[in-house]
């Protein structure tokens, strides 16, 4: 069975391209607009990976970390963090929450799908 | 045998032997391996305390009053203990510092005050002449004491020669020479000498030898050791009085006055000052020297006693003077290379302290007296002057030789009127004046400039009076009567007994009326005055000297070229030294060359330790004056001292009213400071933003890129689609970089303005004719609502077409999907023309409304999609409608649609283009 990614961006443009990229690799997708649709989609059922973008509207992407971090039976989610903003902080606040990699925009295509396959292979 | 030629020839080789340690020891220095690094050479060096008076007086002095002698090495002995406390910090204040003398010392502390350290080298060097009188005294009579071997004869003293026929000038003359050769070779930053500490080391064990020699020969050979001396010596008459306090060995007060003496000239004797604190290498030979220091006087002293019993046993009363007893004694039995060793122990005791005391008071001379004159006497040129270097040891030379001259004179003159050893006390009471000043400057911040000047000023004053001014009339320069009756024969006046104080000896009541003036003058003065800051800050570097280790140039804002920099240390330390210098300096920074030092507040801070050991800090501090531009202190310095300012200032209203002053000012500069750091964080948040909002756009054009540059079997739609998307995106990503380009134009106010009257319906029609396509594609209709007649109002045209077609966009972005309205209406109110957009959309919250004019604040259905747009439109247009000079706002309820409404100004159009022209204002006005 192929493994399964949430997409959780608010920018139409880049859902757009996450979707056809990670269809095109083989993976199942799903789409939420913001942070409180995110959470609402990981409850009915949970990804094997999430990729997920800091500024949200409604509930920001750390937040949403840090509320799947905090449900044992979320551990097994991966966590890829997406931002425009590249700033030190900001990376070190995202993996401090949990996230299991940060990838920060404009990223490379191939980057992105390498780092979620190595993410998917280590379980 | 007369020895005549043989005492010559030893002289000369002694002194040769001195010369060649001092050369050796120099060059070994100068190649990096110093032989005087360790704490025996200088617990050695310190031993220069012992001078001629010790090596002939203490006899004299034991032969006269006993164990009277023992008190001036008592207090040594027990300032010894106190070391680690006072010579270290002394120590370690010169070092940071770069002090080279007390002068320097007390100057430096009191804000690197010149006229601070001209007092003090005045005060030293009259204090310390007699001294050196004393040590030529001492030499010239040694020597035609042995001269007349084998007979013992006390010399015919100098008053009856000629000067040419006096051994004391050739004596002189010839320590003048020999201390030139020997500390003046060259000029250092640090005045040090190392070569010369080797040989005053040298010289200290030299005369240690000798007098125990003697002390040997007199007590075990003489006699049958030390019982059997002092069973003899009871029944010499004086024995009993000799060895007891309270007759002539002097009362317990005294004893008292005169330890106390010795306690602070150990510290305070310029010669003693350079030793222990200019020369010393590392301050942790002082723990070795607070017990090898005390264990010499203790080695030096233990013979006295015997020596003095033998040379009253031996020599009928009155035949030899016991000032001699030393030489004479082996003299009386034959041994003539004792004799020999005497007085070339005599000789190292006068010639240590002689060239010691004669460098460090040149030092200050030149540095402290010399320099700030030469500096203020603008006919001199001393500014324009290139190579001063030469200048310098020319000054220190000369006053090596004045000083010697000097030293002769006063031994000519008063030579004769006092014992050896009241010279010496004399001197000591000058130098303990410098005790309230040093002491107070390295352990009281509140000391001043004015405190310190008063107090030296009065204790020397003093000084003079009662000691001085008696020695000149007992030598008959003053009538006798002025001790006896007191000037004008004014009783209370009387020297010797200062407002009826009578009942001490002359050296105490001396020390009590000079150190109680000199004492009460400086901490009152200080009590009541202000320090400047930079006294301030000077006293804080000194007393808190083991807090604020490396501290001293943080106070320094300012700005100056290093070549000048450089150039001016040249003048006075010579330029390749000076090169050398700032290599070394660079060196340690890192740098490649001087060339590339930064001309920062360290720089200039190494710059004047250079320039302070070669001439003084105060005068270090003019110099670098005239190459650099001083600036006022920054930010933070200020608030340090004001910090510590409020504790100091808080003790009268006066000053207590200042200090709130200072507070205010401490807090408006912290809101000042906190504003400016707010502003600043608010500019990275900008900039952080506006990078944020342009990686969106550029997110989804090199996403897509690379999908279709890796997938060119995409299906021909599919293709279509994404470019679709690029260009879109590529089109979002131009507007908002032209957006916020133009958004920091207006906002720098280096936008280019067109303005110019016009008529706003017109600008109103061709907004809508612009946007007529975009509305009908969407369905969207349009009222329009134009007076008859609308006056002509002052504006740019493009600009206000730009803040039109921004809210008609907006208003169409978010009216109503299905049946969208947009209605625009223009109002001539009495001043100015209102302009509404109204659509028939959601409407804004009201939380929302002052959200949305400020930058990349959108607000949109977020459920669904983003607005388009770049966040900047509405901030763009406030600018542009408030440079007009009017307004800009937004009416809206949640389900009612929003009304965008903005207003121009008519009023006079005169008026109104005042407003962009600016500067006619004041012509009409």
Known sequence: MSKSVLIADDEPNIVISLEFLLEQAGYQVRVAHDGQEALEAIQRQPPDLLLLDVMLPRLSGFDVCQKIRENPAWQPMRIVMLTAKGREVEVSKGLALGADAYITKPFSTQELLAQVRDLLADR | ?????????????????????????????????????????????????????????????????????????????????????????????????????????????????????????????????????????????????????????????????????????????????????????????????????????????????????????????????????????????????????????????????????????????????????????????????????????????????????????????????????????????????????????????????????????????????????????????????????????????????????????????????????????????????????????????????????SGLSLGFLLWAYTLLLPAFAKSGWLPLSFIEQGPLAIAWLKPLALFGLAGLDEIGHSLFWSLLGNLGAYVGVSLFGRQSSREHAQALLFVDVFKVAGRGSSLWRGSASVSEVIALVGRFLGPARAAEAFADYAAQRGRQSSAELVPDADLVHFAEQQLAGAIGTASARVMLASVVQEEPLGMDEVLGILDEASQVLAYSRRLEQQSHELEAATGELRAANARLQELDRLKDDFISTVTHELRTPLTSIRAFSEILNDNPELEPAQRARFIAIIVKESERLTRMINQVLDLAKLESGRAEWHTASLDLAEVIEDAVATTSQLLQEQGVQLGLDLPAQV???????????????????????????????????????????????????????????????????????????????????????????????????????????????????????????????????????
């Not at chain 2, 972005?813 to 947009?822: E, N, V």
């Open chain 2, 1 to 453: 045998m007369p020895l005549g030629g043989l005492i010559l020839l030893t002289s000369g080789a002694y002194l040769g032997i001195l010369f060649a340690i001092a050369y050796w020891g120099d060059k070994r220095a100068d190649v990096g391996r110093s032989i005087i690094a360790n704490p025996y050479i200088y617990a050695l060096s310190m031993a220069v305390y012992a001078t001629s008076w010790t090596f002939y007086g203490s006899v004299g002095r034991a032969a006269a009053s006993g164990v009277g002698f023992l008190p001036i090495y008592l207090g040594p002995t027990l300032m010894a203990a106190l070391f680690w406390l006072v010579l270290r910090k002394m120590i370690r204040i010169s070092k940071a510092n770069r002090i080279t003398s007390i002068a320097d010392f007390i100057a430096a502390r009191y804000g690197k005050s010149a006229l601070l350290g001209g007092l003090v080298t005045l005060i030293a060097v009259i204090g310390v002449i007699p001294y050196i009188a004393l040590q030529l005294k001492a030499v010239s009579s040694s020597f035609l004491i042995l001269w007349q071997y084998p007979e013992i004869r006390m010399p015919n003293q100098g008053q009856a020669l000629g000067p040419l026929q006096d051994t004391a000038l050739y004596v002189a003359l010839l320590l003048a020479l020999f201390t030139i050769v020997f500390g003046t070779r060259h000029l250092d930053a640090t005045e040090r000498h190392e070569g010369m500490v080797a040989a005053i080391a040298f010289e200290s064990l030299v005369k240690l030898l000798a007098f125990l020699a003697v002390g040997i020969f007199v007590t075990f050979g003489l006699y049958h050791g030390f019982a059997d001396l002092f069973a003899q010596a009871t029944r010499l008459p004086a024995s009993d009085r000799l060895l007891t306090l309270g007759g002539p060995a002097g009362t317990y007060g005294s004893w008292a006055s005169l330890i106390f003496l010795s306690m602070l000239s150990i510290l305070f004797l310029p010669r003693q000052f350079q030793i222990s604190v200019v020369e010393n290498v590392n301050e942790n030979h002082l723990a070795k020297a607070i017990w090898l220091f005390p264990l010499y006087l203790l080695a030096i002293n233990v013979f006295v006693l015997p020596i003095t019993f033998a040379g009253l046993m031996q020599f009928p009363a009155g035949s030899v003077d016991a000032d001699a007893f030393v030489l004479t004694l082996p003299m009386a039995h034959r041994q003539e290379a004792l004799a020999l060793l005497v007085f070339i122990g005599g000789l190292s005791a006068a010639t240590g302290m002689v060239i010691v005391e004669t460098i460090a008071l040149s030092t200050m001379i030149c540095n402290d007296l010399a320099m700030p004159l030469l500096l203020r006497w603008k006919a001199f040129g001393l500014a324009q002057r290139s190579d001063l270097s030469g200048l310098l040891l020319g000054i220190r030379r000369g006053a090596i030789l004045l000083l010697m001259l000097l030293g002769y004179l006063y031994y000519r003159a008063a030579g004769e009127a006092y014992a050896l050893v009241s010279i010496g006390l004399v001197s000591f009471a000058a130098v303990a004046q410098f005790a309230p000043a040093m002491l107070g400057g390295m352990y009281w911040k509140q000391g001043t400039r004015a405190g310190a000047l």
């Open chain 2, 791 to 925: 006056p002509p109002v002052l504006a740019d045209r493009d600009r206000l077409l730009q803040v039109l077609l921004n809210l008609i966009s907006n208003a169409a972005k978010f009216c109503d999907r299905q049946a969208g309205r947009i209605d625009i209406a223009v109002q001539v109110l009495p001043e100015a023309l209102r302009v509404d957009v109204r659509d028939n959309g959601d409407g804004i919250d009201p939380a929302d409304q002052q959200t949305i004019f400020e930058k990349f604040r959108q607000v949109g259905d977020n459920l669904t999609e983003k607005p388009q747009g770049t966040g900047l439109g509405l901030p763009i247009s406030r600018q542009i409608i408030e440079h007009f000079g009017g307004r800009l706002w937004v009416r809206s309820a949640r389900g009612q649609g929003a009304t965008f409404s903005f207003t121009l100004p008519l009023g006079a159009p005169t008026l109104a283009a005042e407003r962009f022209s600016g500067s006619e204002t004041e012509n009409r006005a």
